[in-house]
């Protein structure tokens, strides 16, 4: 039986890379999803891709970092199921640079997606995955959280703030049966991460790094957050689940 049989789920960012493989996944798995970007041609082209496939999709243009666009999400969710059952905050960007340089424009763009969205999904999807009454959000984090590399000073901040909300969140979410964890990716090969890993140098670095010496695909990502969605982690909030080839692990 699929794992998702009957669920209503939300993925944001979901037109590309790590959400659509997400995105993906789930309707496989017998969700209805709803998939959101800021780029709407990008979620429709996501959308189409799954109802082609005989699952069940709708693309909803919304940007993260605007109040507004996030209320409406919410609210065609709301409109037509009264309730959301997997919501996962996935939508992010990086921009590179020294931090010495940063300027206020590139931080505030920053953490306008990656933590104010976040903060913003999350806060405001509450009641919908509270009717849900097995609610699952699922925070898209980064092994950057944990870590220092350069020219990631500005995005390793906000993804270290992810994984700190991620663990407020399951503790105040969960009379409300809802659960709250967060993934953290190592290096997965995706548009956002495209130019570094091509990069002769940097790639040699971050496969020296990691223990399976090789990146991680969408897909792979994508497995463990259904494993967060699904009752298979009933008894899981809270948590972290490193999905990085055993990078973290390693020195
Ligand atoms: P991606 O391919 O660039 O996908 C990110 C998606 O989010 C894009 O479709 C992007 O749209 C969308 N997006 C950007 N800003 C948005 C906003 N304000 N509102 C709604 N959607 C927005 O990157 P990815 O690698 O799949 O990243 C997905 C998540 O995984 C991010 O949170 C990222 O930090 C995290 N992550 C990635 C890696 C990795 O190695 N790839 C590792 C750890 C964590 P546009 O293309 O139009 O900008």
Do not use: C
Request: hydrophobic fraction near 50%.
């Amino acid at each position: 039986m699929p794992r998702l049989e009957g669920r209503i789920a939300l993925v944001t960012g979901a037109g590309s890379g790590i959400g659509r493989a997400i995105a993906v996944l789930f309707a496989a798995e017998g969700a209805h999803v709803y998939v959101t970007d800021v780029d709407g041609a990008a979620a429709e082209a996501a959308a189409g891709e799954i109802v082609r496939a005989g699952s069940s999709a709708q693309a909803v243009t919304a940007d993260v970092s605007r109040g507004q666009d996030v209320t409406a999400m919410f609210r065609v969710v709301d409109a037509a199921h009264g309730r959301l059952d997997v919501l996962v905050n996935n939508a992010g960007l990086n921009v590179r640079g020294d931090f010495r340089h940063l300027s206020d424009a590139d931080w505030v763009k920053i953490r306008e997606v990656n933590l104010d969205g976040v903060v913003r999904v999350a806060r405001d999807g509450f009641a919908l995955l509270k009717a849900s009454g097995r609610g699952s959000l699922i925070n898209i984090a980064s092994i950057m959280g944990h870590r220092g590399l350069r020219q990631l000073t500005a995005y390793s901040a906000t993804k270290g703030a992810v994984l700190a909300l991620t663990r407020g969140l399951a503790v105040e979410y969960a009379p409300f049966d809802i659960r709250v964890n967060a993934l953290a990716p190592g290096f997965v090969e995706t548009a956002l991460t495209q130019r570094a890993l091509k990069n002769p140098g940097i790639q040699k670095a971050l496969l020296d790094s990691t223990p399976l010496r090789r990146f991680g695909s969408p897909e792979e990502i994508a497995k463990a957050a259904l494993f967060f969605a699904s009752d298979d982690a009933s008894y899981v909030t809270g948590a972290e689940l490193a999905v990085d080839g055993g990078m973290s692990a390693g020195l």
